[in-house]
């Protein structure tokens, strides 16, 4: 190992990146690799490049919902078919929301989220779709009037709650699931406040919400305050007026 005059190991910089010993025998610089590269594309898909990736997926996320008007995150199935009563449901729910002020935000996918945004944007609501790249799901749907597709869950999972007042939770499925107890999580933790979630079907949702009530709260590991979090509700009206009444809250605090 050949040493400085200082005593210290030889090295070489690489912008932030410190290289020594057999690290810093490199034979072009950062630039010349930009600048005379004309080889394999495999760079895109290292993990320094991913991290650019990330951050242009916040900057366009951010910077598409910065002006966003007062809005509702509605989820559900991608799999809830068009004559089903749960599609009429949430069509009737983005209606409602509409009519009510808000912006109307899904996942951007078929089914259910379809749903929402149908009826937001046939009341002249504004009808938000952010999408995510799946294998098996086709692209935003017609109803989307504004809309975003991301690579990242967590990166379309921060725009859904950052914009949002408040979530209404469909019939679904494990992606259902997972934004919901995400979105109780940090509704628990007070990482976001006077955030309703409220779950609309008392026949899908009732045996979830009996266990919470009968075995994880019974049991200790949640609160009745944490339990309290969680609106169950078969009535649009209803849930609307739940909505309602967060934002108002909201609006006295502030």
Known sequence: MTMSSEGRPDEKQRGP???????????TTTDQRLLDSRGPSDWVHTDP?????????FVEGFGMLAELPRAVTVFGSARTSRDHIE??????????????GFAVIT???????????????EAGGLSVGLGIELPFEQ???????LGINFRYFFARKTMFVKYSQAFVCLPGGFGTLDELFEALTLVQTKKVTKFPVVLLGTEYWGGLY???ANTVLSS?????????LLHLTDDVDDA???VQEAWRAWEEAH
């Not at 990146?17 to 034979?27: I, M, P, T, W, Y």
């Not at 200790?220 to 309290?228: C, I, S, W």
Request: overall charge positive; aromatic content about 6%.
């Open 220 to 228: 200790g590991k949640v609160g009745e305050k944490d339990l309290a």
């Open 240 to 242: 609307v007026k739940i």
């Open 17 to 27: 990146v410190v290289l020594r010993r057999e690290r810093r025998n490199e034979s």
């Open 139 to 145: 692209g935003l749907n017609d109803w989307v009037d």
């Open 87 to 100: 599609y009429a449901q949430g069509r009737a729910l983005g209606t409602a929301l509409a009519e009510a």
């Open 107 to 121: 996942g951007g996918g078929p089914g259910a989220m379809e749903a929402a945004n149908k009826g937001c944007s």
């Open 210 to 212: 009996d266990w919470i």
């Open 49 to 57: 490049w991913r991290v650019m990736r990330i951050q242009a997926e």
